[in-house]
């Protein structure tokens, strides 16, 4: 037999240089891997607010938060605030920006959502918290031992109300008779009801319309607390106001619970450090002490008129409302569960525990 050659392999340039590529790619990827931990690049988190940057709990509470996370986190995480509406302007559509991905948290009102978080009604209920701080550390207490429902895929940051609303008007305002046929804003069902049960006629209105809905002579008034009053200039608007504590009006920072998980353990950890009952106590620092100092300051200037109701007045709008509260506990099977677990949990806390 005579010798096999051995045939010499011929290599393409394309060969040569994806060879060559690979070489490169297997010298320098040891570098891309070191540079990516040097620079540590932080993950970012886009919270969005419909209110103006300037407006009290944008400015003093969501922007604050903001600042102490990433600070906080170490370089695992960055917050970056989009206000004014930037990422979407219609306070109904803020928890869809979220299910959507434009938004990784949101301030929203669980209410604009109907059917989702209707447990959240609680706090509307008329005159059963006194302020900001006991309605949403019991809400967020509950919400913690899965007591309310409609929040199973959502991390929860912040859930809690915001103080009882009060009443606005054009006209005005000394006692509850005043109300009568009178339209005025509300910002729910049960808040209809309320005004209904008062004589007035309620017209639902989301907030940031509301002061051009008092302008133009749509409305005459509306229920809102003292924060609302100033963020949407509805002090401009009005002329008479009647310090009554009607109900909150539940409020939340909720974040996809699938985007939370997502986020590396160093991350999760410091969001955790600043929620729950730790934004409770932020957020409700700047709500309660507000209810009070805003309508000192609309009643220093003298040109609206700021009534504080008396006890008669207190009295007369309890027996007025109570079927509204009655109304509410019966609608649905667990509506009374709810009423009393809450109702217990703010004994609890109005006892300090």
């Known amino acids: 037999m005579g010798r096999t050659s051995k045939i010499p392999k011929v290599t393409s340039d394309k060969e040569i240089r994806l060879n060559s590529f690979i070489k490169c790619l297997a010298a320098i990827a040891p570098l891309i891997v070191f540079s990516s931990a040097a620079i540590g690049q932080p993950v970012?988190?886009?919270?969005?607010?419909?209110?103006?940057?300037?407006?009290p709990f944008t400015a003093k509470v969501f922007a604050a938060w903001a600042e102490d996370v990433t600070k906080d986190s170490n370089g695992a995480l960055k917050v970056e605030m989009f206000t004014g509406g930037t990422l979407g302007r219609n306070p109904l559509q803020q928890f869809k920006l979220v299910q959507d991905g434009i938004a990784d948290l949101v301030w929203m009102v669980p209410g604009y959502t109907p059917g989702r978080f209707d447990d959240t009604e609680i706090v509307e209920l008329p005159a059963i918290v006194n302020n900001s701080l006991e309605g949403s550390m019991v809400l967020t207490r509950m919400a913690a031992r899965n007591e309310l429902v409609g929040f199973a895929d959502l991390k929860l940051v912040f859930l809690g109300n915001v103080p009882p609303v009060n009443i606005h008007g054009k006209f005005p305002i000394r006692t509850l008779a005043d109300l009568k046929g009178k339209r005025m804003r509300v910002g729910s069902s049960v808040?209809?009801?309320?005004?209904?049960?008062?004589?007035?006629?309620?017209?639902?209105?989301?907030?940031p319309a509301t002061t051009e809905a008092i302008a133009k002579g749509v409305v005459d008034g509306t229920f809102a607390e003292w924060i609302f009053i100033r963020a949407f200039k509805i002090e401009e608007v009005v002329s008479s106001h009647l310090v009554l504590p009607l109900g909150g009006t539940a409020v939340m920072v909720p974040m996809l619970k699938s985007r939370y998980d997502s986020l590396p353990p160093a991350a999760r950890a410091v969001i955790d450090r600043h929620s729950g009952e730790a934004f409770v106590k932020r957020f409700a620092a700047v709500a309660d002490i507000a209810q009070t100092e805003i309508p000192a300051e609309v009643a220093q200037r003298g040109k609206n008129t700021v009534i504080t109701a008396d006890a008669a007045t207190r009295a007369a709008f309890a027996t007025a409302t109570k079927p509204v509260a009655d109304e509410w506990r019966q609608a649905k099977p667990r509506n009374e569960r709810v009423y009393q677990t809450f109702t217990a949990e703010l004994a609890r806390v109005r006892a300090g525990k």
Do not use: C, H, R, W
């Open 44 to 55: 970012v988190l886009k919270f969005a607010s419909f209110e103006s940057p300037q407006a």
């Open 191 to 207: 808040g209809a009801k309320m005004a209904e049960s008062l004589g007035a006629v309620p017209v639902i209105i989301g907030a």
